[in-house]
């Protein structure tokens, strides 16, 4: 969902988009090395990421300290959920709201038994801005 989401945006808002731009890589320290190992070989040099998890954005933003890559200044990092990362621009799940609407429809299930119908909701993501962020020099 997160990466088809991601797709459409950037269709609707005229931006263009490259499969080749996609890097999948574990959510490891050696996963946001292999990230900027393949920033490294595009061209135009990419000015921003966005990762699918606030962990490997926070790896990102280790490795690119570690390459002497600044961030944000030279690249833009964005976390996409999961634990708080101090600083980190990201996309972040209302935890709490998503628990209540889970409970609700657990309990909707227990009370209709077989007759319950499984449902699909989605729950909108809040944009938390950090320092990990900054217009394209």
């Not at 499969?19 to 900027?36: H, M, S, Y």
């Not at 490294?40 to 699918?52: E, G, K, M, R, Y």
């Not at 909108?124 to 320092?131: N, P, Q, S, T």
Request: glycine share 10%; charged share 25%.
């Amino acid at each position: 969902w997160l990466l088809r989401g991601y797709r459409e945006g950037m269709r609707d808002a005229g931006l263009t988009y490259r499969r080749k731009w996609e890097v999948f890589v574990p959510i490891t320290p050696q996963g946001a090395e292999q990230v900027l190992d393949t920033l490294d070989h595009l061209s135009p040099q990419p000015t921003a990421v966005i990762c699918f998890s606030n962990a490997l954005a926070a790896f990102l933003c280790d490795a690119a300290e570690r390459r002497e890559i600044r961030v944000p200044e030279e690249l833009s990092v964005v976390g996409g959920g999961g634990g708080d990362v101090i600083g980190l621009t990201c996309t972040q799940l209302d935890w709490y709201e998503l628990g209540r609407s889970a409970m609700r429809m657990l309990l909707q299930a227990m009370e209709a038994g077989d007759a319950y119908q499984a449902e699909h909701q989605l729950v909108d993501y809040e944009l938390k801005l950090g320092r990990t962020t900054c217009p394209p020099a």
